[in-house]
Each structure stands twice: as C-alpha cells, then as structure tokens.
C-alpha cells in the first residue's frame, strides 16, 4: 500500500474525532458550561491524536511537509461537510463545491512532478 494511501487513511479517521471534538458540542452540550465542552472535546481529541500523530509519521516518509499538509486539507473538508450536513443538519451550498475545487487545484500544484500517483 503506498504511503500517501495509508497516511491519507489514518487522517480520515483522525477527522472523524477531530470534527466532533471541534463542533459536536454546539449541538449536544450547547447547555453546559463551556469547559464541560473543553473536557469532552480534549477527550474526544485524544483519539484524534492516537490517529494523527501515526498518519504524519508515516506520510512523512514519503511525502514532503507541504504535501502532508495540503492532503490534510482537502481530508479536512471531505469529513467536514458530511458530518455538517448529516449530523448537524447544515445545509449544503454551492460554495463547498468551490472550496473542494480550489483545495483540488492545491493538491495539484504541491504534488505534480513528485511521482506520488495522488
């Protein structure tokens, strides 16, 4: 498997705690105080970080800082606007299309010439 793949595959998973450690909280402890949110949220980030902290060791093997970054990126926003139309309940716009295009057009310029097959 190469290693953008498996890096690219850890990052997924680590999106998925990330985003709910960053936003769930608005939807289901909007009531508490906010350092019960904090707690939770670092909570839920630990998992996160178990995840992360393997993807960019192992990306980074293969694939430059930039490129990590830039994947991480586009990763962000492919978990971001499921998670806030199905569990937030946000409406899709047009405008997340754009977005993905222009992180698309990243990709692009900081991985062509590299030989990485992205």
């Known amino acids: ?3 953008w ?3 690219a595959g850890l990052l997924v998973l680590s999106n998925v705690f990330m985003t709910f450690a960053w936003y ?3 939807k289901n402890l909007s009531e508490k105080p906010w350092w019960i949110a904090a707690l939770v949220s670092w ?3 630990l998992f996160e970080y178990l995840l992360q902290v393997p993807a960019n060791r192992i990306g980074y093997t293969g694939l430059s800082l930039a490129q990590l970054k830039i994947l991480q990126e586009v990763i962000t926003l492919a978990v971001f606007v499921p998670f806030a139309a199905i569990y937030m309940g946000q409406q899709i716009k047009l405008d997340f299309l754009w977005a993905g295009l222009c992180l698309m ?3 692009y310029f900081v991985f062509r010439g590299t030989g990485q097959g992205i």
């Open 1 to 3: 498997m190469p290693i």
């Open 5 to 7: 793949l498996k890096a």
């Open 24 to 26: 769930a909280h608005l």
């Open 43 to 45: 909570g839920i980030a």
């Open 105 to 107: 057009g990243a990709v």
